[in-house]
């Protein structure tokens, strides 16, 4: 257990659901992230946030939203996906720049 | 744009054998470079390197940076089956959030 969970572990979902992931650091990190993990791909990055302002977002699509309503809760809301968008998706938080904590990810896929 | 580059993409062994993994970067105002370990699960943390010609050690596993030459490797001893994962190495600076990983290297260690 790395002090990062993510719910749920998987999801299947179709183009016109509307859907949320959620992850949770228990590390009192400052710093949450998002990555998108695709076969054969390298992880991309997708959103950062430090003290729940974002400072980073990796032109996202806008059909993922996300949202941190505090430092230790970060949400990804997801609408109107595409098959595409079917992936790994891991959360991770940090103190600082310092190394990364990665959740165990959730599941996607977009039918 | 920044880069991280790794090679080899793929490297199959046998147990026993040493191996030695590349990550090359491209970074602006560099920070730092780490070193996750990724099986079937969310990446681990390994090494984190912000010197250049210090060699951190954990184990079999050993790593160093070249700040003159932009790459890291990471080193792994008397290698086991354990060992098969995915290793990613990964690039940021000091602007917060700009995190680049590498498309990683699958290490395969046959018994």
């Known amino acids: 257990e790395t002090g990062v969970t993510q719910t749920p572990r998987h999801l299947v979902m179709g183009m016109t659901n509307k859907k949320s992931l959620k992850c949770e650091q228990h590390?009192?990190?400052?710093?949450m992230y998002w990555y998108k993990q695709s076969a054969k791909k390298p992880l991309e990055l997708m959103f950062v946030?430090?003290?729940?302002?974002?400072?980073e977002n990796n032109s996202v699509p806008s059909r993922f939203s996300p949202e941190c309503p505090n430092s230790s809760h970060l949400f990804l809301h997801l609408h109107t996906l595409q098959p595409e968008d079917s992936a790994l998706y891991l959360c991770?938080?940090?103190?600082?720049?310092?190394?990364?904590?990665f959740g165990p990810g959730t599941r996607l896929t977009v039918l | 744009e920044d880069k991280v580059v790794q090679s080899p993409l793929s490297l199959v062994v046998h147990e026993g054998d040493t191996v030695t993994l590349n990550c090359s970067y491209e970074?602006?105002?560099?920070?730092?470079l780490l070193w996750y370990k990724q099986e079937k699960k969310a990446p681990t943390f390994l090494f984190m390197l912000?010197?250049?010609?210090i060699e951190k050690k954990s184990g079999r596993l050993s790593s160093i940076l070249d700040k003159k030459e932009l790459f890291s490797i990471l080193n792994i001893t008397a290698t086991q089956t354990g060992d098969s994962a995915v290793y990613l190495c990964?690039?940021?600076?000091?602007?917060?959030?700009?995190?680049?990983f590498g498309q990683g290297t699958i290490l395969t260690v046959h018994p």
């Open positions: 991770a938080s940090s103190q600082n720049s310092g190394e990364q904590f």
């Open positions: 590390l009192g990190h400052n710093a």
């Open positions: 946030y430090n003290f729940k302002e974002q400072t």
């Open positions: 970074v602006t105002n560099f920070r730092s």
């Open positions: 912000t010197s250049s010609g």
């Open positions: 990964n690039a940021g600076g000091t602007s917060y959030g700009k995190l680049t």
